[in-house]
Nanobody, 113 residues
Framework: VQLQASGGGLVQAGGSLRLSCVASGSIETFLMMGWYRRAPGNQRELVASITKSGVTNYADSVKGRFTISRDKAKNAVYLTMTSLQPEDTSIYYC????????WGQGTQVTVSS
């Protein structure tokens, strides 16, 4: 299975984006999926996760602003990001949780102030 993240872009502070992660096979392979991000000079961090049954969890820094969702029929996981701030600027990746060998190129999100 390969995971392809997309949907990033340049947005002004306060704006919104929706990231998509499409799997080449069934996402039911994964008990839990996650969105991760890595800003320049920082380590990669888990932003949000979702179980097969839809239980979600978020990093404190994005709680209330980001929403993770999962569409079994489309083999996709989404990250809806609102009230974006410059500190959200990162490359965003999707992967299983715990992360497996499914890192793709990610998608760049840039938030201007």
């Amino acid at each position: 299975v390969q995971l392809q993240a997309s949907g990033g872009g340049l947005v002004q502070a306060g704006g919104s984006l929706r990231l998509s992660c499409v799997a080449s096979g069934s996402i039911e392979t994964f008990l839990m999926m996650g969105w991760y991000r890595r800003a320049p000079g920082n380590q990669r961090e888990l932003v949000a996760s979702i179980t097969k049954s839809g239980v979600t969890n978020y990093a404190d820094s994005v709680k209330g602003r980001f929403t993770i969702s999962r569409d079994k029929a489309k083999n996709a996981v989404y990250l809806t990001m609102t009230s974006l701030q410059p500190e959200d600027t990162s490359i965003y990746y999707c992967n299983s949780f715990p992360p497996g060998n499914y890192w793709g190129q990610g998608t760049q999100v840039t938030v201007s102030s």
